[in-house]
């Protein structure tokens, strides 16, 4: 006899951006499936906290703001191109440290879903940039999906039958 699985439905997706194409590519995943479950897209920028000294506060204040316009600016246009596809969706700007925020925003939003895109940093790259992703996954308590965007070698060769011939 077949038991029926209840599944939760997906009805918050929060996607993090730092603006590359790795993040456009998590971007694109997202809103494929926030079309199929009618989700709700939440977008989140983390701006880094930079440790700083007295002498230091002006500067860092102005680039900062600067930060946050661009970012703001960014988020926006995502925000729009979204909406298009006939998405909900919400952007938030926060200043922190980029995982721990993440964290934080799904724990608050209780979101269902976080999708992300991953740098495939290996290595010594890996070792002193750390991964966001990685520690997103380990410490998130919903479902984390990561997008890679292919690399090009990757991309440019088809893939080969196993059938025997």
Same mark, same amino acid.
């Given at each position: 006899?077949?038991?029926?699985?209840?599944t939760s439905p997906i009805k918050r997706i929060l996607v993090p951006t730092d603006f590359s194409s790795h993040s456009t590519h998590a971007i694109d995943h997202a809103a494929i499936v926030a079309k199929q479950f009618d989700s709700e897209v939440i977008l989140i920028?983390?701006? %880094?906290?930079?440790?700083?000294?007295?002498?230091?506060?002006?500067?860092i204040v102005e680039h900062r703001r600067a930060l946050e316009t661009t970012a703001g600016s960014l988020l %926006?246009?995502?925000?729009?191109?979204?909406? %298009?596809?006939?998405?909900?969706?919400?952007t938030h700007l926060v200043t922190?440290?980029?995982?721990? %925020?993440?964290?934080?925003k799904s724990g608050?939003?209780?979101?269902? $879903?976080?999708?992300?895109?991953?740098?495939?940093?290996?290595?010594?790259?890996? $070792?002193?940039?750390?991964?966001?992703?990685?520690?997103?996954?380990?410490?998130?308590?919903?479902?984390?999906?990561?997008?890679?965007?292919?690399s090009k070698r990757h991309a440019a060769t088809p893939a080969k039958s196993t059938r025997n011939r």
């Open positions: 006899m077949k038991t029926k699985r209840k920028h983390v701006i %880094e906290s930079l440790p700083y000294s007295v002498t230091d506060t002006f500067n %926006e246009n995502l925000r729009k191109d979204l909406i %298009e596809k006939d998405l909900s969706v919400r922190g440290t980029p995982y721990r %925020e993440i964290l934080k608050r939003e209780k979101v269902d $879903l976080i999708v992300m895109g991953t740098h495939g940093r290996t290595g010594v790259k890996r $070792l002193l940039l750390g991964s966001v992703a990685e520690k997103v996954v380990r410490l998130s308590t919903c479902p984390v999906l990561t997008v890679r965007v292919p």
